[in-house]
């Protein structure tokens, strides 16, 4: 996470990764406002563009030439991304409610999260049929959808509800390419028939009568049965009935139509329409509040009604961005004026398309060949994102362009004026009082004075017959969000304790935190020391106290104190390992080069948030399953490398290792940033132990190499087992949630050689 001795000044929370978001954020990282920290909530990292989903439907497109990286464009604008669902609005604290995590607050909000089908309203639609939106969930349909295309032996009927341009599009795509992966597996392609249902007089209603005829005589063409005035009423297991009494077999039915917005907008309070979108103003603002915006499908126009339609979405963008940064500073707003007419550019799935506007059709593949140049290029404003300078926001003024109150203006001024050092550097009680007051850490008997009872320091009874284990760990943030961070950090802490087969006590919190609006402070101590004790207390640990200074950095650590039994019964150290013994690793590599990446924005979203999946899953129980598979030897996966703690393994143990370079469980990404030459700071010193390689210029070639050396944050476990139970341990291990466990290596008897470890392939 970069520093930057600009204080945070004003929250703008982005809901939903549409495309006018997408837009409107880009415009804003291109000429970032100062003191302004912008967060993107999204339930997912990938956002498909919709232009192009019938393109990749129908297998022109890959996944990533139709997805715009969240993740990756929030990296690029300096904002934070959080990876959450959004279930409400608390609008008179200004909190948007996240599931599984705490509200985040805001200064300004804007809702682009899209439409979704309104299935409610009609039985068994839920349960038996396919929603088109929100599109990102819809991918993973398609792909089962797909395999179960490619295994059919009998006759298989797909059904799409909802006749405009979204549908028709799809069935059509859907079509050309389910029949060519049939044909391609020397399947018939007739096992296939297709069925579009609409509930209005035609299809395509707001096209002109050319525009319709010509895609009737395509569907007909292509034996895609229309049925008109078919209103669907319910849907049953392999069955569609309509409000007139008939009845249509449904192998699959995928729904496009019948647009809502999401739920949990009808519990805020804002007016809504008829479908449930957001009533908003010709400055994209909502009626009863000047401080939440919309854009986009979830956005209802009072002027005029406006197609759902991404043309619209897009074109929101500019006018948004601009009404933002004007609503921040405190100036008048903008109208927007969406255009009276607009050019449709409606594929058939063989790249053939045809463009509609008004009174005007044509078509042809020269037609698919200009949307194709269309899409692509607006893609590239989000996949070949310019370099920007690195540098560290302007200082704040007292004439900063925010809109600030004369409080918030002083301190301002403070938080970027000389600070002091010693105790002058502590941060204020009060800030920490709000902050850590709503914090619940686990009560344990043997803690005796703590949180719920704080003095100078705690007092932590050690029970009879057991002894005691001390650790301590420390980093400074490399993600920008605070929960995920403290979460992060409490698990990285908590690593030693579990890799010793102790069990954790109690935990001392040190933290360092940028100076800024009290308010801002405040909030940054609650994300990230929740996320911290979340973990604490899913170990039994117990926070009993903890020291906040003020830092240019965000940082956090802990001093854990765990239990063992006295006479060592139990405990695993590094020393055990014996030859025969098999090398095990519970949690796959590659964190340092990954999010070196991500500094750089050069990592795909996915990647950092696997990396991140992987980094807050628990030790705790792996740990447990090795002391039951009969572990000689553990230690827990950081910054010194696989080799470098492997190394610190095999010395005191006596032996020699061989480790499979193959086998290595690997991190998705991590190969190909350290193939791009993008290593962690740390790895040159990692590096050095390469002379502890009896081969290494056997294999200095193969990609996966550098990865020995790369350093680990809250990386597995790296242990021996005997060879007798590896295979039920590592069967443990991965029916406990280590999907990645493997065996990487085996241990055998030291030689003369003065390198340690053998590589093979």
């Known amino acids: 996470m970069n520093a930057s001795e600009q204080p945070i000044l004003r929250d703008l929370i982005l809901v939903g ?39 990749y439907i129908s297998g022109h497109y890959s996944f990533d030439d139709v997805h715009i990286d969240l993740g990756r464009l929030a990296s690029f604008a300096g904002a934070r991304f959080i990876q959450g669902e959004v279930v409400g609005l608390d609008r008179a604290n200004q909190r948007v409610h996240v599931k599984g995590r705490p509200s985040v607050p805001y200064d300004l909000l804007s809702i682009n999260t899209g439409s979704t089908p309104n299935m409610r309203k009609v039985e068994g639609a839920q349960a038996h049929a396919v929603p088109v939106k929100p599109i990102a969930q819809f991918n993973q349909r398609w792909l089962s959808l797909l395999e179960r295309v490619r ?13 405009g341009a979204g549908g028709v599009e799809l069935v059509l795509s859907m079509q050309y390419r389910l029949r060519r992966e049939l044909q391609s597996l020397n399947k018939s392609p007739d096992l296939l028939h297709f069925v579009l249902l609409t509930a209005g007089e035609t299809l395509l209603p707001t096209h002109n009568p050319k525009v319709r005829a010509r895609f009737a005589r395509v569907l007909k063409e292509r034996h895609v049965v229309v049925h008109t005035r078919a209103e669907v009423t319910q849907v049953s297991p392999d069955c569609l009935h309509t409000q007139d009494g ?17 739920a949990w907008l009808q519990s805020t309070g804002l007016a809504l329409d008829e479908h ?24 209802a126009f009072t002027d005029r009604p406006l197609e759902k339609a991404g043309v619209f979405a897009v074109r929101m963008g500019p006018p948004l961005e601009k009404n933002l940064r004007l609503s921040l500073r405190g100036q008048p707003l903008v109208a927007y004026e969406p255009q009276r007419s607009w050019l449709a550019l409606i594929s058939t799935g063989d790249q053939f398309a045809v463009a509609s506007r008004g009174l005007i059709g044509f078509a042809g593949a020269w037609v698919w060949t200009w949307k194709d140049w269309i899409d692509r290029r607006f893609m590239r404003k989000f996949t070949e994102l310019p370099a920007m300078a690195q540098e560290a926001s302007p200082r704040a003024t007292p004439t900063s362009s925010l809109a600030l109150s004369a ?25 920490l009082t709000r902050a850590l007051g709503s914090l619940q850490p686990v009560q344990r008997d043997d803690v005796l004075i703590g949180l719920h009872a704080p003095d100078d320091a705690a007092v932590v009874r050690v029970p009879p ?36 087969g102790a069990e954790p006590q109690s935990a001392t919190a040190i933290a360092t935190v940028p100076p800024g609006l009290e308010a801002k402070v405040e909030d940054l101590l609650l994300q990230m020391m929740t996320g911290a004790v979340e973990v604490l207390n899913a170990a039994g640990c117990s926070l009993v106290g903890g020291h906040t200074g003020e830092g240019r950095e965000l940082a956090l650590g802990f001093a854990i104190n765990g239990l063992i039994d006295e006479g060592m019964d139990g405990i695993m150290r590094k020393d055990g390992m014996r030859p025969g013994d098999v090398l095990l690793l519970s949690k796959p590599i590659g964190t340092g080069t990954l999010f070196a990446a991500h500094a750089r924005h050069a990592a795909k979203g996915r990647w950092i948030a696997a990396a991140l999946q992987s980094m807050v899953l ?19 996966l950081t910054g010194f490398g696989l080799l470098g703690h492997l190394v610190e393994m095999t010395r005191p143990s006596g032996v020699d290792a061989e480790l499979q370079l193959s086998a290595l469980p690997l991190l998705d990404g991590a190969v190909a940033c350290v193939e791009a030459g993008i290593v962690s700071s740390l790895q040159p010193a990692n590096v050095r132990l390469r002379r502890a390689l009896r081969n290494a210029e056997a294999f200095v070639n193969d990609p996966r190499y550098p990865l020995l050396f790369d350093p680990q944050t809250a990386g597995g476990l790296l242990a021996t087992v005997p060879a007798e139970r590896a295979a039920d341990c590592i069967d443990a291990l991965k029916a406990a ?25």
């Open 737 to 761: 949630g280590y999907a990645q466990t493997a065996a990487i290596g085996r241990i055998s008897v030291a030689t003369d050689a003065l390198e340690p470890v053998v590589l093979r392939p």
């Open 465 to 500: 017959g057991k002894a005691m284990v001390h650790t301590v760990d420390f980093f400074r943030s490399f993600i920008d969000d605070p929960y995920l961070f403290g979460k992060v950090a409490a698990n990285h802490a908590l690593g030693d304790i579990f890799a010793m």
């Open 407 to 431: 409080e918030e203006s002083r301190q301002a001024i403070s938080a970027i004026a000389m600070r002091c050092g010693g105790c002058g550097a502590k941060v204020g009680a009060s800030i």
């Open 17 to 55: 990764g549409g495309h006018s978001h997408v837009v409107a954020l880009r415009m804003l990282a291109m000429q970032p406002e100062p003191g302004l920290r912008i967060t993107l909530i999204c339930t997912d990292i990938d956002t498909p563009y919709s232009g192009m989903l019938p393109g």
């Open 151 to 163: 295994g059919l032996r009998g006759r298989f009927t797909i059904a799409v509800v909802g006749g």
């Open 618 to 636: 628990s030790n705790q129980a792996g740990a447990q399953i090795l002391r039951e598979h009969g572990a000689t030897a553990c230690t827990d």
């Open 246 to 262: 008939r009845t249509f077999d449904a192998d699959e039915t995928l729904w496009v139509t019948q647009a809502g917005g999401p």
């Open 276 to 299: 449930g979108f957001i009533q908003v103003n010709d400055r994209l603002q909502t009626l009863e509040d000047p401080k939440i915006f919309a854009a986009g499908d979830v956005a």
